[in-house]
Each structure stands twice: as structure tokens, then as C-alpha cells.
């Protein structure tokens, strides 16, 4: 089975730092997307992690432990705009299925003034 | 860039009706299409995938005979909500995807709010 792990909910101060972890136990794996929402609205693109390591996009950072089973996304520099629901989703191997993504339940990220 | 085009954004229907919601993806050729559905306060749960001309395949738990998806062509894929209920009233979402096109191959639509009354 698929089993994709966040905090539900973090709460951060604007122009502060904040860690979103995800982990992960799947039975393929062929990437891990990071991607943003905000209620009521299509996710955006944030990142794509497939090889261990750090991405660094601006803003926002996103790490990944292929053996550890473990990502997170760092957001730096805070913004109110930043209040939104990230989520983590990990991509099928199986092209045949569509190489469909698997979601997390989501992090609700409040940042307050 | 890439744009998926979803549509109605919000429909309220009676309960007992059937509603269709469609997702045309408008700039490139969409070789499988995506539909999740999403409530309130949660995450994406994938209905269905549909691949041009080929019947869709449903995750575990999902009515196909309630939940009709067509994928007639490499651009457009519907989803039709037959005999609603209320607690058919969610988010749905569809997402198209074409290898090589931009956030790697997922664009999302916009969603449709579905209210069943």
C-alpha cells in the first residue's frame, strides 16, 4: 500500500523559516512532488525531487532521503501570502498506471504578522 | 505554458441528478487524465485515471458506475456524477498529463465545486 505522511498543521511568524516533513512508505517510487494550495483552488508546482539531495528555487527548498523514505520543503523569508496547504505526493514508477501521483494528507501552514 | 481547463467551477444540483464535469487541456495533448476528489480541510484522493480511448481504470473504493469518466480524445476527459447525493458534494480536480510539458508532465484544472442538495 501507499502510506505518505505530514503534520497536519504548522504555524509560523512571518519572515521566519518553516520545515514541512513527508515521509514516505510506497511500493514504487519515481519522484516526490511538492506542490502549494490555497483553499478552494488547483495546487501549484513547487518541486521535484527524484535523486537524494537539496533543490533550491528562491524561496522555497526542498530536500530528499530516497533511503530514509523522507522529504521536506523549507520555505525561508516568510510571507502572509505563504499561508496555504502544502502538499507532498510521490510519483508510481508503473508508466502503464499513468505514473500516477500518490498524495500526502496535506500541512496547513498558518503564518501570522 | 501548459493550461488545463476545468469547467463548471461550481454547480449546485439536486440530489438524485446527474452532473458532468469536463476537463479540456488546451495547448498540448493530454495522454492520461487524472480525477481527484478532495473535502474540506483534507488532501487529493485519486478517483480514476483515464487514458485516451480506453477505459478508465478506478482506485479501490470508487464506484465507476457512479462516477463515469470518458477520455474521447487527447484533449478532453469528463467526469459524470450519476444520481448525486449530498455526500457526493466535494472538490473535484483533474489533471492532465503529457511527458516533456512543463511541472513535469501534471497540470491541474482549476477544480469544481460540486454542492448536492
Known amino acids: 500500500g501507499q502510506n505518505i505522511d505530514q503534520p497536519t498543521e504548522m504555524t509560523a511568524t512571518e519572515g521566519a523559516i518553516v520545515q514541512i516533513n513527508c515521509t514516505y512508505q510506497?511500493?514504487?517510487?519515481?519522484?516526490l512532488f511538492w506542490y502549494q494550495q490555497h483553499a478552494g483552488e488547483a495546487p501549484t508546482f513547487l518541486s521535484y525531487?527524484?535523486?537524494?539531495g537539496l533543490e533550491e528555487k528562491g524561496r522555497f527548498s526542498s530536500f530528499l532521503s530516497r533511503s530514509k523514505g523522507y522529504s521536506y520543503l523549507l520555505l525561508k523569508e516568510l510571507q502572509m501570502k505563504d499561508s496555504a496547504s502544502y502538499l507532498c505526493?510521490?510519483?508510481?514508477?508503473?508508466?502503464?498506471?499513468?505514473?500516477?501521483?500518490?498524495f500526502g494528507g496535506g500541512t496547513r501552514v498558518l503564518v501570522k504578522p | 505554458g501548459a493550461v488545463v481547463s476545468q469547467h463548471p467551477s461550481r454547480v449546485i444540483c439536486k440530489s438524485g441528478t446527474s452532473v458532468k464535469i469536463e476537463c479540456r487541456s488546451l495547448?498540448?495533448?493530454?495522454?492520461?487524465m487524472f480525477w481527484y476528489r478532495q473535502f474540506p480541510k483534507q488532501s487529493l484522493m485519486l478517483m480514476a485515471t483515464?487514458?485516451?480511448?480506453?477505459?478508465?481504470?478506478?482506485e479501490q473504493g470508487v464506484e465507476k458506475d457512479k462516477f463515469l469518466i470518458n477520455h474521447a480524445s487527447l484533449t478532453l476527459s469528463t467526469l459524470t456524477v450519476t444520481s448525486a447525493h449530498p455526500e457526493d458534494s466535494s472538490f473535484y480536480i483533474c489533471?492532465?498529463?503529457?511527458?516533456?510539458?512543463?511541472?513535469?508532465?501534471?497540470?491541474f484544472g482549476s477544480g469544481t465545486r460540486l454542492t448536492v442538495v
Open positions: 489533471s492532465a498529463r503529457e511527458p516533456g510539458q512543463a511541472n513535469y508532465g501534471y497540470t
Open positions: 510506497t511500493s514504487g517510487f519515481n519522484g
Open positions: 525531487n527524484v535523486l537524494d
Open positions: 505526493a510521490v510519483r508510481d514508477p508503473i508508466k502503464a498506471a499513468g505514473n500516477k501521483l500518490t
Open positions: 495547448d498540448f495533448q493530454a495522454t492520461t
Open positions: 483515464s487514458n485516451e480511448g480506453s477505459k478508465a481504470t478506478y
